[in-house]
């Protein structure tokens, strides 16, 4: 990744995994409005959350790790505390040590974004800063994206 054109591509990729992501949890939030909601479909929104989650963890690492960023292990510290976040959470509705009530309802998808874009300002600041990146995408922030969206 040597150009402007080729950082731009590969934030454009991120982009889209940001939104996949995005999308996935606003159909946690409306499954999680309806009462009468299965388990069932709730880990498989989780589980698609999971998958989705992973790819853009790699993909954002690797540019991360190409670019130098000095945080990288930091990032990825919160990237495997989703990660294990989100199995114990899945591994403990399909056990019934977990069950979906109303504070899960209210927090349950907020909580998944905020995490899921755990210092990623913190990487958008940094290529403002030392990439010379003057207009990082508002997408960027993640987390409070998502959040004004739901």
Known sequence: MNTPSELRQILALLAKEHRQLSDAVQDLATLLAIPTVSTAKILSILQRISI???KHFASEESVMDDLKYPRLSTHRLN??????????????????????????????????????????????????????????????RTAQAIVQHL
């Open 79 to 140: 990237h495997q505390w989703f990660q294990t976040f989100i199995a114990d959470y899945q591994d403990g509705l399909m056990s019934g040590s977990i069950r979906i009530n109303d504070d899960a309802r209210r927090n349950l998808p907020n909580l998944i974004c905020f995490y899921v874009g755990c210092r990623d300002d913190e990487f958008q600041d940094w290529l403002v800063a030392n990439q010379g990146w003057s207009q990082v995408p508002v997408w960027f």
């Open 52 to 54: 989705t989650a992973n």
